[in-house]
């Protein structure tokens, strides 16, 4: 339930990010396969500064949003209709473990799963010096996409394979630890979706034709009572509130440019709150009580957390302390991604 991590030395002055999976720790720990899709709940963290560490940490998570949460189980539902169209017709070489499993960001998919941090205890050799646990298969999904011609021609037996990260825009770049470009879960969704109308409701422009010896809008102009309060409340009606409270393309103008916006806006895309969720921020210095910082708990979806620590102080390291509850997932306390 408590778990004990330690980052790399981060060089004094400098900015590093580390990367956390629950679940992948929580089967190491206990020697179970935990899947990834989980929304964590995590009862809180504390980071320590005992080698002298000065600086801010964010903890950074998953958005807690209604589109972060649609992302990911569409992107899993497509993945997942992928693998059994191909298994179809060979259905016995399934693997056992198979997982939809996925990168937070841009940053971690260029660092890869090997970077993420792993838990640690004390060594009963060596005058109790600090071991780490070792890992076993923990890889990255792919998606398998048929080549198109520019012409729009299916190329027969050619495709290419992607990875897929969370948050951000699609195709950050061939990740060095992998060798693959990757996906977004967020923009793929977007893309994949209907947009608002450009006004709800799209009013005739009848509706405040109500005066006169022969209004079209006769229903409006039965009520007429000598005054123009319906023909005003109308137009109320018709230029106000009648736009999403969000920003969309082709629909809500961008103050900057005085244009419509011509790309997705989803939150955590490429847009729009790029990337992930502030969870907490930390400034830590060395005369923090005790020298532990407290941050708070909360759920994380995937178990993926971000940690990026700016080091203002001397070259050290971070040790973080992750406490989860109990509860009746195989133990702990969360829920399937499905259900967030």
Not at 240 to 253: C, D, R
Not at 274 to 302: M, W
Request: glycine residues 10%; proline residues 6%; contains cysteine.
């Amino acid at each position: 339930m408590t778990l004990l991590l330690r980052t790399p030395t981060v060089s004094a002055g400098s900015t590093s990010s580390f990367f956390v999976d629950l679940s992948q720790i929580t089967s190491l720990v206990n020697r179970r396969f935990y899947r990834q899709g989980i929304n964590w709940a995590v009862a809180g963290i504390k980071i320590q500064n005992a080698s002298g560490f000065e600086g801010s940490v964010y903890t950074m998570k998953l958005p807690n949003t209604w589109t972060m949460a649609n992302s990911w189980e569409k992107s899993m539902r497509t993945w997942m209709r992928m693998n059994n169209e191909a298994l179809a017709e060979a259905p016995s070489v399934r693997p056992r473990f198979l997982d939809f499993k996925i990168y937070a960001n841009a940053r971690h998919h260029q660092a890869g799963y090997a970077s993420n941090l792993l838990p640690i205890t004390l060594s009963n050799a060596a005058g109790f010096a600090v071991a780490t646990a070792k890992v076993g298969e923990w890889e990255a999904s792919k998606a398998s996409i048929p080549l198109v011609s520019p012409a729009g021609a299916f190329l027969p037996g050619e495709t290419i394979e992607r990875e897929f990260i969370a948050t951000g825009a699609n195709y950050p770049g061939v990740s060095i630890a992998s060798g693959f470009d990757a996906l977004s879960l967020v923009e793929g969704y977007a893309a994949s979706r209907g947009l608002p109308n450009v006004v709800d409701p799209n009013t005739p422009g009848d509706a405040l034709d109500i005066g006169g010896g022969s209004p079209e809008n006769w229903m409006s102009a039965i009520f007429n009572e000598g005054t123009d309060q319906d023909s005003d409340v109308i137009e109320d009606m018709i230029t106000e509130n009648n736009l999403a409270p969000y920003p969309f393309e082709n629909g809500t103008i961008d103050p900057i440019t005085g244009l419509p916006y011509t790309d997705t806006q989803y939150p955590g895309g490429a847009n729009q709150l790029n990337g992930l969720e502030i969870h907490d921020f930390s400034f830590i210095t060395g005369t923090t009580v005790g020298g532990t910082t407290r941050v708070k708990g909360g759920n994380f979806p995937c178990g993926l957390i971000e940690f990026v620590v700016l080091n203002s102080g001397i070259t050290s390291n971070v040790v973080l302390t992750i406490d989860l509850i109990p509860g009746n997932h195989r133990g702990y306390l969360c829920e399937p991604m499905t259900e967030m």
